[in-house]
């Protein structure tokens, strides 16, 4: 499969690896040392008060606790199993090889250290404090809300757009159960008679000459169509294989990740089993130097092109918002792999390859990521302030973050993220697939719209929230950034006063 000429920037990799659910799998794990919270309550009533950070684990009358995990390990086997996936083993190679070898590597790790891991740091710590999820955790910043709306659309875009790759995958395993491999000759009904095998007395092409790997691909297993404006017919193979993928997701989660403790340590571990095995394959092939030493051998000229980064999350979203469907779990569950399967299936058809390439382009990667880290860098250290998250984080481990990482939150993340956008902004380039389709003006236009489809989300709940809050201009962008909690037995909520200002850099 050949891929874009046109793509998100180098640095914007970095930011892929922050960008994942373990913040929602870190809300469901207690921290080791709960923290009171309480808030006198007035004419002598009894007290209010939660514990494990700004919300209690019940908090309405009757409505069941979040599960937990089981431990510490299966919390990190849990963010370790969803780091490591198809983006190792397929994504990033491509990467490098697309953008100089060895000088990816350069930008990868600048990014990496300034940027993707303080902020997944700062999303696992806030997500455990506040045993919260996506949206939830926005209580402490109320007005900018739509950060945690935007993040949720993204990651139902992105579990649509991996879920197609798991079918392709499911496929070719099921494909390959034969003693001969269908894509290693010419005679398969889907060839075709430019249809060229590789020997040692054919070792040059013809011209027009296609290899039986590609029309595997291009015949067999997408029936591809000639553009975007034919989308044909439903590819039924594909879509069993979708649905398959979709059920197999349904299983795991339907009681809720941390009651699948034990099945997170087999999906960390089996990656880099397959890794390894793959490492030892390799080096092995002949020409395997070559590809090492194009690791290690820079190309400086590709560092000034712009070529260059779950479904539980989404329940957790969901519960968040309105707590008392957490009795329902397995429907909401049930509803959200129906609905992303859905969404899935125009992309398992002749013409889904060019839809899932627009979704890459335009809706999972690059400015879309980029926008969203910009603000909920903006709206927890400089809003929510570093000395707030310092003094969470600080309750729960003993002790504060390094001064690398505040640094990060509040300047090296904001500043590499409005520096990246523009550039990426200005060096924008319209895709091409398989370097011979271009799209027409309608199909980058669905693009852009895929991309304003979690953009938006920002902006919109902002005006929103400034619309619907009673009191004046000032009193709505106060409340708006003042932190609040659920009240334990009832469900209005209230603000909490922190020893420092809300407003706080």
Not at 201 to 218: L, Q, R, Y
Not at 280 to 295: A, C, E, N, W
Not at 352 to 375: E, H, S
Not at 452 to 459: D, E, G, H, Y
């Amino acid at each position: 499969m050949e891929k874009k000429t046109s793509g998100p920037n180098v640095f914007t990799l970095a930011f892929l690896g922050s960008r994942n659910g373990c913040r929602e799998n870190a809300s469901a794990f207690t921290a080791p040392q709960a923290v009171p919270i309480c808030k006198e309550a007035e004419d002598n009533e009894e007290s209010s008060c939660t514990t494990s950070g700004l919300g209690s684990q019940q908090d309405l009358a009757g409505v069941p606790s979040r599960g937990k995990w089981a431990g510490k390990a299966d919390f990190i086997f849990g963010c370790i199993s969803y780091a490591v996936g198809l983006g190792n083993v397929w994504r990033f190679p491509y990467l490098c090889y697309e953008n100089g070898g060895g000088a990816f590597l350069i930008p990868y790790f600048i990014c990496l250290i300034t940027t993707a891991i303080p902020m997944f740091y700062l999303e696992v710590a806030m997500g455990q404090y506040l045993s919260r999820g996506g949206i939830g955790i926005w209580g402490i910043v109320p007005m900018f809300k739509g950060i945690g709306i935007a993040s949720l659309t993204i990651v139902t875009l992105s579990n649509i757009y991996y879920m197609v790759i798991v079918a392709w995958i499911l496929f070719y395993l099921i494909s390959s159960f034969t003693e001969v491999l269908p894509w290693k000759h010419c005679g398969n009904h889907w060839n075709t008679e430019n249809c060229w095998e590789y020997n040692e007395t054919h070792a040059a092409p013809h011209n027009k000459s296609v290899s039986p790997i590609v029309e595997f691909w291009e015949n067999h297993v997408l029936g591809i169509s000639s553009g975007l404006h034919e989308i044909g017919n439903m590819r039924l193979e594909l879509a069993l294989y979708l649905f398959l993928s979709w059920f197999i997701v349904y299983v795991v989660i339907w009681r809720g990740l941390h009651q699948s403790g034990k099945i997170v340590w087999v999906t960390a571990i089996f990656p880099y089993v397959c890794l390894f095995v793959l490492l030892v394959r390799g080096v092995t092939l002949q020409g395997s130097i070559d590809g090492l030493l194009f690791y290690v051998t820079p190309d400086w000229s590709q560092l000034l092109k712009p070529k260059f980064c779950p479904s539980e999350a989404i329940v957790a979203g969901i519960i968040d918002q309105w707590p008392q469907l957490i009795t329902r779990r397995k429907l909401i569950t049930f509803l959200m792999v129906v609905f992303q399967f859905l969404l899935g299936l125009p992309m398992v058809t002749q013409g889904g390859m060019y839809l899932l390439q627009l979704m890459d382009n335009y809706a999972v990667t690059g400015i879309t990521l980029l926008f969203i880290v910009f603000f909920q860098a903006v709206a927890l250290s400089w809003i929510y302030g570093t000395s707030n998250i310092s003094d969470n984080i600080k309750e729960m481990l003993g002790r504060r973050p390094s001064a690398l990482f505040r640094l990060s939150w509040s300047i090296f993340i904001p500043v590499m993220c409005v520096a990246i956008f523009l550039f990426s902004v200005i060096k924008y380039q319209p895709i091409v697939y398989a370097k011979t389709y271009a799209y027409p003006w309608w199909g980058e236009m669905l693009g852009w719209f895929m991309a304003l489809a979690s953009m938006i989300m920002i902006p919109a709940y902002m005006i929103y929230f400034l619309l619907t809050t009673p009191g004046s201009i000032r009193e709505r962008i106060l409340a708006g950034v003042t932190p609040q909690v659920a009240g334990h037995s009832e469900k209005e909520e209230k603000e909490y006063t922190f020893s420092n200002r809300a407003l706080q850099p």
